[in-house]
Structures are given as structure tokens and as C-alpha cells.
């Protein structure tokens, strides 16, 4: 199984400032990586499918890089609705797996 | 507008059988790959299995000895099956749509999650 490993478990920001989120594979996955938001009380919403693709009506500001065995999310300016937890998840190997989640906090 | 909607009872009693469905509106069923992930309260995400269209599955290992998933197309719907149930069972269990990936990795084509359900709540407890 591939371990998906996030950090900071926790990242405390301002509106307007720059996120940044990492996301690191047990093993390399090439490109098969995706970003998730998720937000109290609601299901996960894909934002980065494979490493650095925006899902659809995803806004600008996010945007996703790296290969192989590491990953990273940023958020160049961040809005108030982007205080959330963050996913990865891998589809390179059998069983899909999530990272652990970080959340973004005021 | 995709719409996928979990339906099952909210509690069940421990060593019994979960049972979900998911029904899929405003969208086709075909061509899709479909899957049950869980998250227990204040956790993280848990990829339970998916199943496609053509009523292959692929599960967690960490639960395949108790699971089973179904389709059922002229429905529009899918379905899991978890027995044996214990407290640890208690979860958020969603239902979610991945189209075939943009590029097949070497073990799969499944893409990414793009719709998901709300959510249904299922407590194991007697």
C-alpha cells in the first residue's frame, strides 16, 4: 500500500497569505496525485487531479506541482473560504489511498 | 448537474451487515467507475472499493473479506455491503464518481473523484 504522508498536520495563516502543503508518497506515483478541500460538514472537492491539473471552475489561485515521490499545494493568496483540510490522494496503485489531511486555520 | 444521493439505515447493530445505496441523478452511470469512501469522525479518508459499470470490482484489502459491491444500471444505482460490523465501522460513508483517468497507470484507468455524495452517517451500535 502506498503511504501518503501531509504536512503540517496544521497551518496557521491570514487571509492574503501563501499556503503551502505537502503531500509525500511512500513510494513514487509518477503524477498520479490529486488534491482535495473539505470543509465542515460537507464532502471533499477535487481541486488537482494529476499533480498539476485544476479540476473544473477551480479558481487560479491553487495550483499543484511535483512528481514521483513529492508533492506540493499552494494556495498563493488565501481567501476566506479557503480555510478547510487539505487531501491527497494517489491512483497510481492499488489500494487508492488519502494523505492524512492538513487544515488550514486563521 | 451530477447528483449522487446515499440512502440506509443510520444504525446497525453490531456483527450485522451495512447496506448502502447510491442513487446517480442528472448524469449517465455508464462509463464510470464508482466507489464507497468512509471517514470516521475527525479523521482522515478511507477508500472502501469501487465498482464499475460493467459490474467489476476492486476492493480494500483491508476490508475485502467483508465487503461486496453492486450495480444496477436501469436504476442508475450502486450499492455496498459491509458485514460483520463492529464500533470501528462507525463512519461518514460517501459515494463518488470517478471517470477513467486521463492516462492509465500501470495498474488501473480509474481517474480521480469529481462528484461525491453528501454523506450518510451509519453508527454500529446495539
Known amino acids: 500500500e502506498i503511504v501518503l504522508t501531509q504536512s503540517p498536520v496544521t497551518l496557521s495563516l491570514s487571509p492574503g497569505e501563501r499556503a503551502t502543503l505537502s503531500c509525500r508518497a511512500s513510494?513514487?506515483?509518477?503524477?498520479?496525485l490529486a488534491w482535495y478541500q473539505q470543509k465542515p460538514g460537507q464532502a471533499p472537492r477535487l481541486l488537482i487531479y494529476?499533480?498539476?491539473n485544476r479540476a473544473t471552475g477551480i479558481p487560479a489561485r491553487f495550483s499543484g506541482s511535483g512528481s514521483g515521490t513529492d508533492f506540493t499545494l499552494t494556495i498563493s493568496s488565501l481567501e476566506p473560504e479557503d480555510f478547510a483540510v487539505y487531501y491527497c490522494?494517489?491512483?497510481?496503485?492499488?489500494?487508492?489511498?488519502f494523505g492524512g489531511g492538513t487544515k488550514v486555520e486563521i | 448537474q451530477v447528483q449522487l444521493q446515499e440512502s440506509g439505515p443510520g444504525l446497525v447493530k453490531p456483527s450485522e451487515t451495512l447496506s448502502l445505496t447510491c442513487t446517480v441523478s442528472?448524469?449517465?452511470?455508464?462509463?464510470?467507475?464508482w466507489s464507497w469512501i468512509r471517514q470516521p469522525a475527525g479523521k482522515g479518508l478511507e477508500w472502501i472499493g469501487r465498482?464499475?459499470?460493467?459490474?467489476?470490482?476492486k476492493y480494500n484489502p483491508s476490508l475485502e473479506s467483508r465487503v461486496i459491491m453492486s450495480v444496477d444500471t436501469s436504476k442508475s444505482q450502486f450499492s455496498l455491503r459491509l458485514n460483520s460490523v463492529t464500533a470501528a465501522d462507525t463512519s461518514v460513508y460517501y459515494c463518488?464518481?470517478?471517470?477513467?483517468?486521463?492516462?492509465?497507470?500501470?495498474?488501473?484507468?480509474?481517474?480521480?473523484?469529481?462528484?461525491w455524495g453528501q454523506g450518510a452517517l451509519v453508527t454500529v451500535s446495539s
Open positions: 513510494q513514487s506515483i509518477r503524477s498520479y
Open positions: 442528472g448524469g449517465s452511470i455508464s462509463g464510470y467507475y
Open positions: 465498482i464499475y459499470t460493467s459490474g467489476d470490482t
Open positions: 490522494q494517489q491512483r497510481q496503485n492499488w489500494p487508492l489511498t
Open positions: 463518488a464518481r470517478a471517470p477513467p483517468g486521463v492516462a492509465c497507470t500501470s495498474t488501473s484507468c480509474i481517474g480521480y473523484f469529481d462528484y
Open positions: 494529476d499533480a498539476s
